[in-house]
Structures are given as C-alpha cells and as structure tokens.
C-alpha cells in the first residue's frame, strides 16, 4: 500500500521541543526527496523543511535553526525535530513524497 503515515503531534508549551515521524510505504524512498509542511488554522499550506536522497536539506525562513529534518533510509522513515517551538508553530504538519501526502499530525504550542 502506498501511503505516509506521520505520528508525532501533540500538545507543547512554547519553548519546548517536539520530535515528528513519517513512516513510508510503496514507495521507492531511498530515491525520494522528502518534505515535511504545515497548514496553520486560516492559512494555506506551507514548506517546512525538505531532504534529499543525499542527505541534502531546506528549511524555510521561519524554521531555520530550530528544526532539524532527517531520514533513515533503512527505516522508511523520515523526520523533523522541532526545538524552540513558537506558538505560531501550531499547525497539521503534513509529510510529503512528490505527489504523495500523509494525513497530517497536529501540533499545539501553547503561550
């Protein structure tokens, strides 16, 4: 079955850290540029962080130096640890595979 499934969220005071998972199946993932977004209440949907195959990564603007993306080849699996968090870090963080979306995990930095 094809599909990425995140897990992860949850409530976090500000400040505080939260680790993200995104397990991935059928599809060829050594090979696959990975992509963590996220869409806060109101608002569309967004980059966070990308890796490549290689090891290579992106993050926006807004993340960087507090988020850190990661992957695990022999594991399917890839991730994003979020440090620092803001409340205007809330939001559903969705994992991404080209055209391929998990179903979001929710994270809630409280104030």
């Known amino acids: 079955q094809v599909q990425l499934v995140e897990s992860g969220g949850g409530l976090v005071q500000a400040g505080g850290s939260r680790s993200l998972s995104c397990a991935a199946s059928g599809i060829i993932f050594s090979s696959t540029t990975m992509g963590w977004y996220r869409q806060a209440p109101g608002k569309q949907r967004e980059l966070v962080a990308t890796?490549?195959?290689?090891?290579?990564?992106n993050y926006a603007d807004s993340v960087k130096g507090r988020f850190t993306i990661s992957r695990d080849n022999a594991k399917n699996t890839v991730y994003l640890q979020m440090n620092s968090l803001k409340p205007e870090d809330t939001a559903v963080y969705y994992c991404?595979?080209?055209?391929?979306w998990g179903q979001g995990t929710l994270v809630t930095v409280s104030s």
């Open positions: 991404n595979s080209n055209w391929l």
């Open positions: 890796i490549t195959p290689g090891g290579s990564t």
